[in-house]
């Protein structure tokens, strides 16, 4: 019985941490032996991390990196078990490549051919691409390499390796997590292992690094494109399946579309480079697709948002080495999510709520704020800023003489209290959390250097409107409403002048959340978006605001992305930009 | 007598801008006109101005591009003139194109061949590269189409015209400035010429776009690599030669490199496409070279770099709108530098200088500071922040109870003088400059939303020690100290703390601008460094606290990139990475 018990270690790395890197894999090598794991797929790139970004430009990142590799060879000495592992190949050039090792010896090196250039990917960058795809043979079944992008082409070097005989194919990748991406990276490799004929073992890192979040959720599909096995979100695990290949060739009798030469002369057939290994044959295992841990039930749309930012924050917060958070809690929705987050992230005991009120501040906001503390069972400090702001127009007020009060006024009091939050980071060395939501963000309502101050944004990817849902639902897991009833009824206000709300400034958040959407989202143009049925002047306001505060997001922390186009790396537009479209 | 009279307009688009764009366009033309120029040439992506980045990414850009390309196509009726011009063709897909246009007709398109996707180039992100060379036919004259990038291979398009005939090579180009920058690619470009026995003129734009600055610097190689025109640094102009092309092939039977079949067959020789244009013969014109506006010498280093930051910040001031700035003076060498600067950008009349005394604010800065702004003719104003200081220390004095005053209250420091900026920007709509240098960006010797608050970083790439010979060239240039001599003569000092010195926290900086400069410049490994006998323990620290600051400069303004290496687009490292070069 031709059979293999697969393996995919789906870890989270850290990037440019090489030693926590290999003792992960140490880790998940050791538990995949005591499993009588054949083969051990590890993610993209997980020696180094994913994105290294420039450190791939540092010679001597490159040569730590293969030390590490090394490391990995010699750890295998003995042991019978195959590993896949990403790591950076420097051969004349740098590789995005995975490793073949197997006791003591590196067997083969395979480089991804197609290399990513577009939304938050610039492997162009670093990478030259590979040209040859890899069969390993192990137990007398061939296997096909590939990494990651390389199967997002309906042509690419698996079905050159599936023609060379491939009864495997194995996809090693780092991709981030956005909404919907599980869905649809499912439905992809299904196809592919349909269209081929051909079980896809697909392993994804997990964690976050930056803005980005890796989901993890690696899978393996069978020949008729059915999830045989499917790991955890956001979490690490091994997720382990036998496969009988007795059966893929069965399969491929009956269905015979790999025999047609018109399709077989459509794949580039360069001599896919085979290379044998002995795994140990004659081991004694379960039978047919064995589903050793089974298939994970994804999580539901809303847990999966709110489960990135959770990862999100704290890999960013543990990765960059701080222990606790500081967030300034308004009383308002925003900072009550952010709040919540950084405790299911972190801890109740590494959480810090400031409320900083002003003379306009109401009552309510305090209230809630503390309501919220006490709920969460966090520290709460309150630090009033009416001194500060009031030595502020004393000084300003020789300048100022004759102005009427605006938004100058405004920013002052947001920005004292960024100075305060940043002053306790600075003496306490805590982390500010910023509590912008993406809505604010595309619009530019925000304070620069004021609510915009801080390490890390944990929802500036999160539209108004799912901050709304995303606080409903963490009540109802809770059975009970640890963000006060009343935060999520009244109108949402910045308080930074009487009776302001944010619909002075803003059009109401469904609309302005639909707007930006088909905006910044799907790339709409905008006599198209008017065309939907929208209000003309709302949309061209929208579009206008969007394009103009393209110099706040510039210096806005990072912050985690969970939609199919964030601002940051995902949108790169010049912040010198004369462009406006569609000019009325 | 086959005779060609070329023009480069070297002009300074706006990005998005397609009006101003048409413009400039529109008025070079007519100028050429007079001149009887037979061919002109505009830089690279001209019409949308360079780089669009994702505004590529949106179809009514697109479309907006391609209507002002059909106005320029009409503008052409009538007249007897070929033009270059960049654009972005579409068709399937997008690509960095060059329009050939004459007599009301778009004669063909050129699509740029290789795409730069390294250092601040993002080109792989947006365009299919183009696989077709190009000749055009001008009165008898068969001439090569490139663009940028083309020509930095020693073989492309340009050498496959070549072989198939071409006697000029024109390159369109959008090539940013650093120092140096100008040397190499002249240099390039002279061996290029003299590799393929062919003339080569070279049209690059001028100007400011956010980080980067065009230097202008247009120029003709003849086929002996000499240049023969050479227009302005960092100012629009039109260069004109006229070439005689008997000399061209005269000197072809001489050098007869050009014909060796070996040398012949390493060129993909794909039929490279020609088309004929009749550029209306006989007109009779000056002698061989006969040089229209001659060879301009070019600036000297330190007046290069200096013009370069003038060029940067009156187009960033400019080209968002902005009529006035606003400086923080301390009275040190960095804001007296920015201060100079700003008033050679944009008058004296639209600079504001104030300067913010606190508890450790010397005399000597505030006399120094004055002086400075009175030298310049700009409005000073004085704010003190002691009592805003101590409102902050008052509020705060609960919470940092039993510390020690740290960096806490001295960031608090510079945080209010940042808000102080901002206010007055929010205000009167002045855009705040900032005054930190590259030394201090590099080590994170910088507060966050304190002196880095600000919309333009106007020294971010200068290195300290720059910082004082460009003071010292500046006052030279003028005759007099304008820059006071003890601003230039006192050790540097943030002043947040009674005596403190900035090599408190830094090696003297000319060895930490050596240390950074092999550090992050040049990318040597940390052992080569210390290797070349510098102090282990100082080159350690310098690469510790620029790897550890990376999140400070990840939120700082843009500013302008003078070096090979800028921070910005040009260094793209993690803010979360624990990889610590040779951790000793």
Redesign the interface.
Known sequence: MRLLRIGLAQINP?????D?NLGKIFSFVTGAKEKEIDLLCFPELCLTGY?????L?????LR?GLKALYKIIEFTKGKRIVLIVGFVDVNVDIFNAAAIVSDGELKGVYHKMYLP??GVF?E??YFRAGDAPLLIELNGIKIGITICEDMWYPIGPAVTEVVNGAELIVNISASPYHMGKRELREKMFSIRAFDMLTPVAYVNMVG???ELVFDGYSFIVDENGEIIARGDGFEECLVIADILFGDVSRHRLRDPRLRKEKFRSMVKQAEAKLICIDGGKGKKKGSFYFKQNGIKNPLSPLEEVYKALVTGVR??VR??GFKKVVIGLSGGIDSSLVATIAVDALGAQNVVGVFMPSRFSSTESKEDAEKLATNLGIEF?V???E??F???L???SP??VG?EP????E??QA??R???L???S??FGWLVLTTGNKSEMACGYAT??GDM?G?FAVIKDIPKTLVYKLALWRNELEGRDIIPKRVLEKPPSAELRPNQKDTDSLPPYDILDEVLKMYVEE?L???HIISLGLDPMVVLKVARMVDKSE?KR?????GIRVSKLAFGRD????????????DL
Chains 1, 2 share one sequence.
């Open positions: 850290i990037v440019g941490d090489f926590h994105p290294p970004e420039d450190l430009l540092r010679p001597a990142f730590d250039n577009y610039d162009e960058r976050g690094q930056d890999d960013y990765k960059n400090r630090i009033p800023i001194p500060v009031q030595a502020y004393d000084v300003l300048h100022f102005t605006n938004v100058a006024e920013n002052i920005r004292i960024g100075n305060i940043m002053a306790l600075n003496k620069l250097y101050a390490g790339n143009p905008i006599d110099y510039r210096q806005a922390p990072p949108r790169r537009v010049p912040v010198t930009n004369s462009y406006r479209e569609n």
